[in-house]
């Protein structure tokens, strides 16, 4: 996985949590940084935004990833840093949505790790480098 040091992980549960730290420990060493709901996120990303992804549910309590996706695009910040939806909404709209929002892929719920793996390879390639300075909050 090319450039992958630091992922931000975002969901309620906590299995899947577990499940993304198995992932990326199989596939490549890299931290991986938990939030349970969108508004954690933002903390998190406040306190500091060197992540190369980040992974995102869509329902989640105090702050879904929706809500998470329109306080980034309202603010015009961190575009630099991939997002993938992982989520059970499998929707039409919702994935629409997310797309718009600025989502650089999206998969559902349950998963295989190889799916997750095979979509992350895919926009990773695509991501330009980026400098990172300063802060964006």
Known sequence: MSQLRRV???DDSKLIQRMYKLVFMKYRECEVVEAANGLEAIERLAQDNDFDLIVLDINMPVMNGIQFMEKLKEKNMLRHIPIIVVSTEGKEEDTVR????GAWGYIQKPFKSEEL???IEKVMAK???VLKTGRYW
Do not use: N
């Open 8 to 10: 931000l992980a975002v």
């Open 98 to 101: 997310a797309m718009k929002l």
């Open 117 to 119: 793996y095979s979509l």
């Open 127 to 129: 991501r330009p480098p």
